[in-house]
């Protein structure tokens, strides 16, 4: 059984084994991307949980450095996955590249419903989307392949589980932190139908800029909405 699940990760498909990029600028435009996307987050992360721990105590300087810390992981995941050549690793590095986004969205919520939401809807939502984040993530390392249309759609799915939670967000989290969230997670969507138009030209670089702009504007939401609102 152990032999047959390393091997289901472990064995390329043929997208594994496909360079990315068609181009050396395309490879080129992605890596700067990544480059300047790491950089700001390393760098937010700091400055958010200085910022909390200073100003606004204990759970929000947890929480916001559980966000940065799933924003930095999702990034380098993607940096190394996507500027690695075709080779024996390129499965085990997409795998853990898409399984890094569901930890990311569910580390985008936590300062929220961690230290915003109150009472019941703090603990439950915040148990909720991390489970499902842990789920989506080991079904991303240990399924077989599906498309990449079907997990965007999932993965936007599951950015916009807190409509399920529109009425706590709305009485908790400042107007502007709220519009930030909503903002972001439009970027996010948007960026999403260039990743799946095979025929953009530098679709890798842009879909990655989309993702460095929307993770930008959501980190401006956590600062405002969980840091310097209880300044």
């Not at 842990?134 to 950015?159: C, E, H, N, Q, T």
């Not at 980190?219 to 300044?231: C, D, E, F, S, T």
Request: charge should be positive.
């Amino acid at each position: 059984m152990l032999k047959a699940l390393a091997r289901r990760i472990c064995t390329p498909d043929d997208l594994d084994m496909i360079e990315h990029y068609q181009t050396r600028a395309e490879r080129l435009a992605d890596l700067w991307v990544h480059a300047v996307g790491l950089a700001l987050a390393a760098a937010g992360g700091v400055v958010l949980a200085v910022l909390a721990s200073v100003y606004a105590g204990v759970g929000a300087a947890v929480s916001t450095g559980i966000y940065a810390l799933c924003l930095v992981a999702m990034l380098t995941a993607s940096t190394v996955y996507n500027l690695t050549h075709p080779c024996a690793a390129r499965p085990v590095l997409r795998r853990l590249d898409e399984a890094a986004i569901f930890l990311m969205i569910a580390g985008s919520y936590t300062p929220f419903t961690a230290v915003r939401f109150e009472g019941a809807w703090s603990v439950g939502f915040t148990l909720a989307v991390w489970t499902m984040a842990i789920v989506g993530a080991g079904v991303k390392m240990l399924a077989p392949r599906l498309s990449d249309a079907f997990w965007s759609v999932i993965y936007v799915l599951f950015g916009w589980v807190a409509v399920f939670a529109l009425k706590p967000m709305i009485e908790t989290v400042h107007p502007l932190a709220l519009g930030l969230l909503v903002a972001g997670g439009l970027i996010y969507t948007a960026g999403v139908f260039v990743f799946i138009s095979q025929k953009v030209k530098f679709r890798r670089a842009i879909w990655h800029g989309f993702v460095v702009t929307g993770a930008g504007v959501h980190w401006a939401a956590v600062l405002i909405g969980v840091v310097l609102v209880q300044a």
